[in-house]
């Protein structure tokens, strides 16, 4: 399985903002093209991705949630959020129980433009109407734009590891970040 991460361009000119682009959380007219977009990210076949997105918005209840930008009727990118219990966080690689914000994909032919900023701090607003006082974030070490972007958002690094909760680096080392809210 390839993890695909996008190219890092720390000096790139600010491209233009897409200013045409709806955030909301996700429902399930939205499985197929949030399966789509995880897949080609991912390299995981398209029908465990459904699988997977249905589970997530069937059995949210408070606990899954996943926000997607939608732009001309299209759904152009999505963010996660889980509250991983203490169970939960106890299990795999240990890490803190809470909110956390995993999994954040935009539409590669439209990055550079806010999407992903927007789809955060959408997040965090619905973070935060739920009175959470803090987000956690996993990043590869390997993915160097993924850092620059939580940087961006205000995330800072609490801890080094091989994985943090039920992720695994596939490099080896990545990083447990965490912004207040
Ligand atoms: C990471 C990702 C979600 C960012 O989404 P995006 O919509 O392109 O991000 P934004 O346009 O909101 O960028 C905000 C800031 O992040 C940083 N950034 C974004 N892309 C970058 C890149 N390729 N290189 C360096 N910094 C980058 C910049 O600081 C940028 O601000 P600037 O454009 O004013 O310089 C997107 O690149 C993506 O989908 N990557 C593949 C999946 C992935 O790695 N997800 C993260 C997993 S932890």
Request: proline share 3%; with cysteine; net charge positive.
């Amino acid at each position: 399985m390839t993890t695909t991460y996008e190219e890092y361009r720390p000096r790139l000119a600010r491209a233009e903002r897409a200013t045409d682009v709806e955030v909301r959380l996700a429902g399930r007219d939205d499985i197929e093209r949030i399966a789509a977009l995880s897949a080609e990210r991912s390299g995981r076949d398209v029908g465990a991705s459904v699988s997977r997105v249905t589970s997530e918005l069937d059995g949210g209840g408070g606990g899954h949630a996943i926000m997607v930008a939608v732009r001309h009727a299209q759904v152009v990118g999505f963010g996660r959020i889980r509250n991983v219990g203490p169970d939960e966080a106890a299990r795999h690689h240990p890490a803190p129980a809470g909110w956390y914000m995993l999994g954040l994909v935009v539409d590669r032919h439209l990055r550079r433009m806010g999407i992903g900023t927007g789809l955060s701090l959408a997040r965090f607003a619905w973070l935060k109407e739920r009175g959470a006082m803090e987000a956690h974030s996993l990043v590869s070490s390997q993915n160097p734009t993924s850092i620059d972007f939580h940087a961006s958002l205000g995330f800072e690094v609490v801890r080094v590891g091989p994985g943090f909760l039920d992720v695994s680096f596939d490099c080896g080392k990545g990083y447990l970040m965490r912004r207040c809210l």
